[in-house]
């Protein structure tokens, strides 16, 4: 984020994109000129940036591994082996300033955010020869960028928003000055996601991205973005409505297509994503290398909760891909799933979003203004998945979010890291029960972490708060 970005760093990024064959999405290197770069080369550096971050180890490699890290520290997939992702399920990342998750979450986010206000500059200073239209969408895009670097960064850091909006946030980076921030508050960081996303928007107005494309976001995904951010400030009837805005055009995937292994850009349902290119997978650091026990080379180390198993109906089809692993009766490795597939050539693509999360963020955020459309809502998503799927009879408000919750942690699981933020999203205490095998470091297996334990707040980086001199240990997060 912050003092090592100088003005030199700007021109190098900027000038590093603009290599005529620049590979795909793949990290820029810097050359000797200066703004030698089209807006256009300046974004796709922007999405290589996040796409492609490497944190220094197998389990904080790429963006995916943001999400994969925080499903692993919820209840309903395990790391029973002392293997990669072991550290993030039994929570000893949230205890270390310099652990590798904490750091890096931060850079990640940081960098994505350096990335996006380094686009904007080049749009409004060095447009060149491109189109006002393109600029617009650009600019759309990075501001959108920008916002999910935010939210991702509070949500990690800090608690919820409605828990206490004048709680300490983190500094905001939406500017190249290099200029050293404070924490300022919650608050203060969601009115910079909302300003950059509602700018973001009618700028995305014309900017459609459709198959191998899809990498790009277009007004759809920014909608989905400040669904997720409404969803979680409270803010209802705004997630109902961009909840509802950003799925259309994005059909439900069939039973046949669920089934196919999560792995194709191309899913209409997908909405955001990044592809791979044979010589740009990340063999045993690819997200498939964990989850998938098909897959000829990976790890292959992350199982499914038996009891997170249960939740499914035996009508339910995605129950189909929960199944009995090669060492069924080894403590915690009874069930694996077979959800995520990757391809025979190891370019399996990346999900970052799909119209279903949406239904199901429409569903709870609707539920709060009226309550029999939230549950036709969820009764027809759910028939999409469970021919027998009935209405639901829920007699409070309360009642029937907590079982969107259960059906976004079925939906969801391994994608978006869906439990541990909902829980921390709602307040929610955890107990792993099933056939779990590792404790959060300090508890035992089936001992509940209290919603209120300072342990759901990662650390700040302790490089950061050494580096930046308007921080200091007073502003640590405690333990």
């Known amino acids: 984020m912050k003092k090592i970005f100088y003005i030199l760093t700007i021109v190098l990024f900027l000038a590093s994109c603009a290599k005529e064959d620049m ?95 380094a686009t904007i500059y080049q749009c409004e200073a060095f447009p060149g020869n491109t189109s006002a239209d393109l600029i617009n969408k650009i600019k759309g895009e990075a501001l959108a960028l920008r916002a999910l670097a935010h939210f991702d960064l509070i949500r990690h850091f800090q608690f919820t928003y409605a828990k206490n909006p004048n709680a300490p946030g983190v500094p905001l ?110 063999g045993y650091a690819s997200f498939y290398s964990f989850i998938d026990h098909d897959r000829t080379a990976g790890y292959k180390d992350i199982y499914v909760n038996s009891a997170f198993r249960g939740l499914f109906s035996d009508s339910d089809y995605r129950k189909s891909l929960i199944v009995a692993s090669a060492t069924p009766t080894t403590n915690g490795k009874q069930w694996r799933t077979r959800k995520f597939r990757d391809t025979s050539d190891l370019t399996g693509s990346m999900l970052l979003m799909r119209a279903a999360e949406m239904y199901l963020i429409e569903a709870e955020a609707l539920a709060h203004s009226n309550l029999a459309a939230a549950k036709t809502l969820l009764h027809n998503f759910q028939l999409t998945r469970d021919a027998s799927a009935t209405l639901s009879t829920a007699a409070t408000k309360e009642l029937f979010i907590e079982e969107v919750l259960v059906e976004r942690r079925k939906e969801l699981y391994g994608e978006l890291g869906t439990d541990y933020f909902d829980m921390k999203r709602h307040q929610k205490s955890m107990q792993r029960v099933g056939n779990a095998t590792r404790a959060v470091v300090g508890y035992g297996v089936f001992d509940v972490i209290p919603a209120t334990s300072n342990k759901w707040n990662f650390l700040i980086p302790q490089t950061e708060i050494d580096r930046n001199d308007v921080l200091t240990e007073a502003d640590q997060n405690p333990l």
């Open 23 to 117: 590979d795909f999405l793949n990290e820029p290197k810097p050359t000797d000129e200066l703004f030698n770069v089209t807006p256009e080369q300046a974004i796709t550096g922007t999405y290589g940036a996040y796409r492609d971050f490497y944190g220094g180890g197998h389990d904080v490699g790429t963006a995916k591994a943001f999400f994969l890290g925080a499903d692993v520290m919820a209840r309903d997939l395990q790391v029973p082996d002392f293997n990669w992702y072991i550290f993030e399920h039994r929570w000893d990342v949230v205890n270390i300033p310099n652990a590798r998750r904490n750091n890096y979450v931060w850079n990640m986010c940081y960098k994505l955010a350096f990335h996006a206000n």
């Open 173 to 282: 980076s939406i500017d190249l000055s290099g200029e050293h921030k404070g924490r300022g508050t919650v608050a203060e960081v969601y009115n910079q996601i909302y300003a950059d996303l509602q700018a973001a928007i009618p700028l995305l107005a014309a900017n459609t991205y459709v198959n191998d494309t899809k990498y790009r976001l277009n007004q759809n995904v920014a909608k989905g973005i400040l669904a997720r951010v409404a969803l979680e400030k409270q803010d209802y009837a705004l997630a109902a409505q961009m909840a509802n805005e950003a799925r259309q055009g994005y059909a439900l995937m069939s039973e046949t297509t669920y089934k196919a292994g999560f792995n194709d850009l191309a899913n209409t349902e997908w909405m955001w994503g990044f592809p791979f290119n044979v010589d740009e997978n990340w």
